[in-house]
């Protein structure tokens, strides 16, 4: 059962598509909130989600960038 989780209302199908994975096709449903107005804002809790995971990643890597660099500096300040 696919539930809404900002109303609780039992979602309903959409939409259907096929896939082919490996040998085999399955078959995702997208379940949306009956209420539209509900959905649009779980739409926008899922796009603010992501928003910021990838703001979390960018900054990982920035991280690992700049620790990476700094590593470089020091190893070339340790040839001279
Ligand atoms: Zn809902």
Known sequence: MNICTRCGKTRVAVKTYKEKVGNSIVIYTIN???DPLCQKIVDGQLRDDE???????NDQKKRELLRKEALLRRKQLASI
């Open 32 to 34: 949306e909130c009956p």
């Open 51 to 57: 928003k910021r995971r990838t703001l979390v990643k």
